[in-house]
């Protein structure tokens, strides 16, 4: 038989990939995935860049490149981070692999076999991942509409969680939960926070996806506050506005762990890519993201609004969700006893899917909740989609 690493016996599949071949059948209306739909990338755009480029450009794109990233594109980057008031003089950047390279990047830095690692419940399936392939102990702390329940967060900070590692948060238009952090929660996040022998993973990868101006200055990043209570990790990606396939992400943190950071990368990939790097460069120097990713916004705001009207009128009123104020999902709960695998088979033999809730509880037993992402689903299909869930979950009641 053969032995793999401890490190393989913690790693499971995610139950969202599992569904990615269900939901290339041509008739199922899908909720599952929480990306973009291809038909909103801007491939104009880029191809507008890519033959503007000079043959000496082309010909580095193809190359390796530097592991800290593709030096224009850290100065380009640089500009936008600073527009957003984050402290990019003081701190570094490592362009990674997605922010989920980012996000494993930290881990490894900080994490033993056996450290705990704090993350909301619910939590982002590729966090939950990438600190358990670390062997992580994970300690998870609920979220309510403004954030992590601070009477939680400390319970656990002074119980079983008192000598973590990490606290990992995502707290602009969560991912799978929807909500926005409060101007007050992350007030009393931090000055909890001040002092304390923690390191914080501030992740980022929605912030720019807001619905209505008003909305706007709830994105302002807990990295901008200087100087830090905690050191702040900030990561950021271009997934979700340019588009995952070029798989480039950033990590914002103070030199000594950008420093680390870059000896941790040459291990993984020695680079990411150079020719994704010179296009994002690009796509930024052009003032082409600002322009993108307002479109954007119009797009999910429309989406979103459909989806929730479509849940208004057909929902059974056990379901409760929050209204996003921006991003990719609604997260749907419903009773405790309410099992999502159930609701899923159900819908999923009338024709449309979505993510159960244990997928993104670290303990994988919470699932009385499901995932509606928005953002890929066409606009004419939303509605279909969201009565048919509605129909197997009264089938289920
Ligand atoms: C909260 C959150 N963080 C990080 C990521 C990782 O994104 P990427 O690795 O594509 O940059 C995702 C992707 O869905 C996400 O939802």
Redesign the pocket.
């Known amino acids: 038989m053969i032995k793999f690493s401890q490190c393989v016996d913690s790693m499971r599949t995610s139950e969202i990939r599992d569904l990615m071949s269900v939901a290339m059948r041509p008739d199922i209306i899908t909720f599952a995935g ?2 973009p739909n291809n038909d909103l990338f801007p491939v104009e755009e880029i191809d507008e860049i890519y033959n503007g480029l000079d043959d000496k450009t082309k010909k580095i794109g193809f190359q390796y490149g530097p592991t800290p990233g593709y030096p224009p594109l850290i100065e380009s980057l640089k500009e936008y981070l600073r527009s957003k008031g984050l402290p990019v003089d003081t701190n570094e950047i490592i362009i990674t ?5 980012a ?1 494993n990047i930290i881990t490894k830095l900080f994490v033993n076999p056996g450290d705990t690692v704090i993350t909301e419940n619910p939590c ?1 399936i ?2 939950t991942s990438a600190f358990k392939s670390y062997q992580a102990n994970i300690v998870s702390v609920p979220l309510d509409s403004n954030g992590i329940i601070m009477s939680e967060l400390k319970k656990a900070m002074e119980g079983e969680a008192k000598n973590a590692k990490l606290l990992y948060l ?1 707290p602009y238009f ?2 799978p939960a929807g909500i926005i952090y409060s101007k007050k929660r992350k007030e009393e996040l931090l000055k909890y926070l001040d002092g304390k022998e923690i390191i914080l993973i501030e ?1 980022d ?2 912030g720019e996806l807001y619905f209505d101006e008003s909305s706007k200055e709830l994105t302002v990043p807990m990295k901008t506050i200087q100087p830090e209570v905690v050191p702040i990790c900030y ?1 950021g ?4 506005i340019l588009g ?1 396939g070029m ?3 950033w990590l914002l943190a103070s030199p000594e762990i950008i420093n680390k950071a870059q000896l941790a990368k040459q291990s993984m990939d020695a680079c990411s890519s150079t020719f994704t790097q010179v296009l994002a460069d690009q796509f930024l120097r052009k003032g082409k993201l600002n322009s993108y990713v307002e479109r954007l916004r119009i797009t999910y705001a429309r989406r979103m609004n459909i989806m929730n009207d479509s849940l208004q009128k057909n929902m059974p009123q056990e379901a409760k969700w929050v209204v996003p104020k921006g991003g990719f999902y609604i997260w749907i709960s419903l009773p405790e006893h309410i099992d999502a695998t159930e609701i899923l088979k159900e819908s999923m033999s009338r024709g449309a899917i979505f993510v159960i809730g244990k997928t993104f509880d670290p303990m994988g037993v919470k699932n009385n909740c499901l995932r509606l992402a928005f953002s890929h689903t066409p606009e004419d299909e939303i509605e279909r989609g969201v009565k048919i869930i509605a129909e197997a979950l009264k089938a289920r009641l």
């Not at 990606?237 to 979700?240: D, H, L, P, Q």
């Open positions: 929480g990306m692999s997605g922010s989920l390279q996000i982002f590729g966090g995502s969560h991912n992740d990868p929605y990561t990606s271009f997934s979700k995952p798989r480039l992400g």
